[in-house]
């Protein structure tokens, strides 16, 4: 790898990202733009793609989150577009839809909602100490719905982490590095 430096930097800014728990997210409604802005502000500095307006009202059209009330959007749906905006790098829109949904099976949407971010911020921790190692992803011995849930999302949280990774790597090994004794 050209840098190392730059991608340990990288890793460095994956796991100092605040992203927000349930008791964190705004506890009022917010209009689209406000939700456009607060996910983006949390996304875009790690890579990920920025969400447009269109994209919302896409994921509403193909009822992957709710409509939003009185074009009012509340927690349950901040928390969807947020995970959306985490594995749309990685999965297809209706593959996030069935995520979403187990991942809520039998529990309250904030728990579901933590757990994917605990398990974000966890996958991120893991690869900042092991990145020149090989990701290792523990195997569910027995049919646990809970075990499979956590399967589910870490394999899932691994798959993004992975690709982002991946292409820092590659767009760190594109930028030529500067010459010695030559001024910018």
């Keep these: 790898m050209a840098d190392n430096k730059k991608f340990a930097d990288y890793l460095a800014q994956l796991q100092e990202a605040q992203f927000p728990r349930w008791a964190d997210l705004p506890q009022f409604d917010l209009y689209m733009d406000q939700v456009i802005q607060y996910v983006n502000d949390i996304v875009s500095p790690l890579g990920f793609g920025e969400i447009t307006s269109t994209m919302v009202n896409n994921y509403v059209k193909k ?52 757990t994917f971010i605990l398990t974000f911020v966890s996958a991120i921790e893991q690869a900042n100490s092991d990145f020149n190692d090989a990701l290792t992803i523990n195997r569910v011995n027995k049919p646990d719905t809970t075990a499979t849930q956590h399967a589910v999302v870490t394999l899932a949280i691994n798959a993004v982490l992975q690709k982002l990774m991946v292409e820092k790597m590659l767009e760190l090994e594109e930028t030529p590095a500067p010459k010695e004794g030559k001024k910018a």
Excluded at 76 to 86: G, P
């Design 63 to 114: 009822g992957v989150i709710k409509a939003p009330i009185k074009k009012k959007y509340r927690p349950e749906q901040l928390a969807n577009i947020l995970v959306i905006a985490m594995l749309k790098p990685v999965f297809a829109l209706d593959m996030i839809a069935k995520g979403i949904r187990f991942a809520k099976e039998g529990r309250p949407v904030a728990q579901a909602y933590d």
